[in-house]
């Protein structure tokens, strides 16, 4: 699961800003502001094309869940397959009945052990032989396959506690398993497993998955989402996604290789699309700190959706939108991406000077992590009213508690914002007081 609905609560602080203006003077809500500060040195390159391969292929053999697909055997045992899927659901997979909703009433036992039902385990051969797909339309990944949302409460219905995350239109997958009613598919993808609608996948033979999967040259989606129309249908597409690039010379388009779900399986035709709408890359951004905080400001706006969908994304999505256009493959969760920076320091038991010096040696662009949230640094901006600094982020911000005249008031700030970090959570303190880390992946 990717990181929960950010609450926050607002005390009385009316210095504390949850959503500065992008104003027509260049103010601190705007890219120029950051990007002015960064003076010619923003647009050094950070990591190179090889750098940032061996920084992918370290973050895999790190982290659980990020995984080498091309590794994968082509059959796994019954067992290693049941691991996967208890890795993936974790207390879901064979825990007690929780307490939650579905959606309105309480979840049932008999609809909980309908859920593991479906998971068709007792079908499971010896020896699961694997098959191979692309994702032929961006669908949701879930931890167990049941398309109803479950919910902590019946009437806030903010976080669905089985979206784990999205994958996105083109991705490769293995597909493992199943499930007994035949509508889902579970799937290891790059940085998840899970189950995902079987109609949204499209099969395809290993040798011309390996060669779409490995195809060294890339368009990157950098936009910040856009409909392309592949064989008459409409497929919407985000920022970072990536598609095999056609090397023959085109000045005026980039020239695709898209895959097109005909009937469950892979057919490919060639898209081209104008470079003059600015929707795609011929290979990755070169990664600069200047060009960093303009691919985030491009996504400043969209909504705010815990877990991610079709319709928006939470800070970590947001966080792994961004580098993807750069080639850098960061996990889908908050802990992950903290746990992958190599230059880190924490923040705990400082106090809010101490905080602030920190954070004044880091880049535009470092991640600042609370907990369950992540966000990107921008700098530091001197308040009007008490004269004092106070740190700006750009972040997927979902729900706000306000305390007005004594009565909390809940906000739904509901999309990416540039916001200072001195809003106040409901243990009382600062966001920047909550900040339990801030790292990055260069110090240039």
Not at 248 to 265: E, F, H, S, Y
Request: aromatic share 8%; hydrophobic share 40%; with cysteine.
């Amino acid at each position: 699961m990717l990181a929960c609905p950010f609450v926050v609560q607002l005390v009385n602080n009316h210095d504390a800003v949850l959503d500065i203006p992008a104003d027509a003077d260049n103010g601190p809500g705007t890219v120029e502001y950051w990007v002015r500060d960064l003076g010619p040195e923003g647009r050094k390159v950070l990591l190179s094309g090889p750098q940032i391969q061996r920084l992918n292929l370290r973050t895999i053999d790190a982290l659980p869940f990020m995984r080498r697909l091309l590794a994968i055997p082509q059959s796994l045992s019954r067992d290693e397959v049941k691991a996967l899927m208890r890795e993936a659901a974790g207390k879901f997979f064979d825990g007690p009945l929780p307490s939650l909703y579905a959606p309105v009433a309480p979840l049932s036992q008999q609809r909980y052990d309908a859920a593991h039902t479906n998971c068709n385990l007792e079908g499971l051969p010896e020896r699961v032989p694997v098959s191979y797909a692309l994702v032929a339309k961006l669908t949701a990944v879930r931890l167990l396959p049941n398309a109803q949302a479950w919910y902590a409460s019946p009437t806030v219905h903010r976080l669905d506690l089985l979206q784990n995350t999205v994958a996105n239109y083109g991705e490769p997958a293995v597909v493992l398993w199943g499930s007994r009613d035949h509508r889902f598919s579970f799937v290891l993808l790059g940085n998840a497993a899970g189950w995902v609608n079987q109609g949204d996948l499209a099969s395809i033979n290993r040798f011309d998955w390996y060669r779409f999967s490995e195809n060294p040259e890339v368009a990157v989606v950098t936009a910040p989402q856009t409909t392309l129309r592949v064989g008459g249908v409409k497929v919407l597409v985000n920022a970072g996604t990536l598609l095999p690039l056609l090397s023959d010379p085109d000045a005026q388009n980039i020239r695709m290789r898209v895959p097109l779900n005909t009937l469950g399986k892979v057919e490919f035709e060639t898209l081209k699309v104008p470079k003059s709408r600015d929707l795609f890359n011929a290979g990755f951004v070169p990664y600069t700190r200047e060009a960093l905080l303009r691919q985030a400001f491009r996504l400043r706006g969209l909504p705010y959706v815990a877990g991610g969908s079709d319709k928006g994304l939470d800070s970590a999505q947001l966080v792994r939108r961004i580098f993807q256009v750069f080639g850098i493959s960061m996990p889908r969760s908050v802990h992950e991406q903290d746990d992958m920076l190599p230059y880190k320091t924490l923040l705990t038991g400082m106090d809010r000077q101490k905080r602030l010096e920190v954070l004044s040696r880091y880049r535009p662009g470092a991640l600042v992590f609370m907990p369950g949230h992540v966000a990107i640094y921008l700098g530091q901006r001197l308040r009007e009213r008490s004269h004092e600094m106070v740190p700006v982020v750009l972040h997927a911000l979902g729900t706000v508690q306000e305390v007005r005249d004594g009565k909390k008031v809940t906000t739904e700030v509901g999309k990416v914002v540039v916001s200072d970090l001195d809003y106040l959570t409901l243990q009382g303190v600062s966001a920047l007081e909550a900040a339990e880390a801030v790292g990055d992946l260069s110090m240039e």
